[in-house]
Nanobody, 120 residues
Framework: QVQLVESGGGLVQSGGSLRLSCAASGFTFSSSVMSWYRQALGKERELVAAIMTSGSTTTYSDSVKGRSTISRDNAKNMVYLQMNSLKPEDTAVYYC?????????????WGKGTLVTVSS
């Protein structure tokens, strides 16, 4: 059974930092592309960052590029999102997503999310 559990969210002042964590289980983590998404109130869910299986390739949305770093530890089945210089517009529920299975037939699995609130 695939499980993704996010943690590390909370209330932070503008300019502050947070490190989000996602603990994964129930699938071959090292073979799965992992991503962070976020959804602000009243808005669609959007990709924040993604990391390929080995961790050597990452991608970021323009909104967080230069302020955030995604990383993974395949030995611990963990993926992280370090966010710096946080802005009020970063306020959202942040979700961890795993792409499990072959590229042409895999499935997406989601965690329940962790709330990040950035005060001005």
């Amino acid at each position: 059974q695939v499980q993704l559990v996010e943690s590390g969210g909370g209330l932070v002042q503008s300019g502050g930092s947070l490190r989000l964590s996602c603990a994964a289980s129930g699938f071959t983590f090292s073979s799965s592309v992992m991503s962070w998404y976020r959804q602000a109130l009243g808005k669609e869910r959007e990709l924040v960052a993604a990391i390929m299986t080995s961790g050597s390739t990452t991608t970021y949305s323009d909104s967080v590029k230069g302020r955030s770093t995604i990383s993974r530890d395949n030995a611990k089945n963990m993926v992280y999102l370090q966010m710096n210089s946080l802005k009020p517009e970063d306020t959202a529920v942040y979700y961890c997503k795993a792409r499990v299975g072959p590229p042409d037939s895999g499935m997406n699995y989601w965690g329940k999310g962790t709330l990040v609130t950035v005060s001005s």
